[in-house]
């Protein structure tokens, strides 16, 4: 019996006998009675109220445990997805650098273990095993090898690749593409190469020669492969030639592309090359509208990289999403833009975002930045801030400002973390103060 329960029946025997003694004799019994059963069923009420209590919590854990369960399960099953996806883009990286190489034997066995995971990459995996298998004159296998491809994916972008190779198998010709030195060969020659079998390497120098080419019929062939009339990393490759060479003509292709094209990794091509031809209109229209979150950033970086400060100022005043205005801080670090962090690091509500400007400054090795800095410090209360300044010097090797506010500080921890970095610090300054801290 609980403490509760005692008191409620201890009260109550002693109302029932306040009754008795108050009422007539004859009534006493009957009154006792009474008494007895409302005790009882207060008691009764009163242990069902707790048990019921004690069922809703019980079953709000249970509830609990099976969204965290849950979470749990999305989580490992998110975990084993990327780790799969890492191992498809490793087995493919190391099969084209085998084919680079010449190692064919090498290249074959990578992209066979890549068809069997039975990712994404599946088609391209069959298309190259069935080259090195070719140039390892195992022509029959080849041969399988392609046809099982053109049965399971009639839709490939590598079925064009594939139909030529499998010609040359039959033909068995044996003949190697080799267009090393083919700057000055008839633009018809070249356009042959990227539409045979050679490497990813020897395709791509192709593409390079006729972009660098500045003829009408280049960009137009250049312009058919971006838009995704070849295979997908040929068409990647024709994106980024597209952003070093060409004009406008180019960046509209690329726009057309970008918007009808699915692919985010199609549309990151196009990105970088738009930084590469400096095209800020585009990648700020990018950074506004674009619904996928990583290609915004990817939008906002290569802002960045292009000194399209004012469109990022724009962008900062006007989003709403942490995540991307701390990329928007990076992004004006990656233009060198000191005065933008110093007004974000100083006036910015989001502690967050004023630690992200703060950590930003000290990758900017400038007097301008090294004093906003200390001015951030002096006025500052939020020792948490004070912090991210002391780890920004020393982001900035400035072993002068560490000396000076651990000459000064009265907070023995932030005078103790500024002293923990000098020590890690090789200066001369550094190494003079901590020499002076030992003679004391």
Known sequence: MTLRNAVCRTSTVWIAVAALLLSPARTWAARLATASLSADNFLQDSQDAQDKEQERRDREQEARDREQEKRDREQEAHDRAQE???????????????????????????????????GPQTDAALYWKAYAANKLGKRDAALATLADMKKRFAQSRWLKDANVLELEVKQSTGQQVKPADQSNEELKLLEKVINGTGTPREKSRALFVLAQSGSAQGREI????????????????????????????????????????PDPSVKRAILRAYMLGGDREHLFAAAKSEKDESLRREAIRQLGLVHGVDELEQLY??????????EILQAFFLAGESEKLVQAAQSEKDPELRRAAIRNLGLIHSDGSSKALQTIYSRETDRSLKEEVLNAFFLQGNAVALVAIARGE???????????????????????????????
């Open 410 to 440: 009265k907070d023995p921890e932030l005078k103790k973390a500024a002293v923990s970095k000098l020590s890690l610090m090789h200066s001369k300054e550094a190494t003079d103060y901590l020499m002076e801290l030992l003679q004391k």
């Open 84 to 118: 799969k996806a890492d191992r498809l883009e490793e087995l493919y990286e190391d099969g084209r650098e085998a084919l680079d190489e010449d190692r064919y034997d090498k290249a074959e066995a990578k992209f066979d273990q890549l068809a069997q995971l039975k």
């Open 222 to 261: 250049i312009g058919r492969i971006a838009k995704g009339q070849s295979n997908p990393e040929l068409q990647r490759e024709a994106i980024k030639y597209l952003g070093l060479f060409g004009g406008a003509q180019s960046r509209q292709i690329m726009a057309e592309v970008y918007a009808t094209n």
């Open 317 to 326: 005043q006007t989003e709403t999403s942490t995540d991307v205005r701390r």
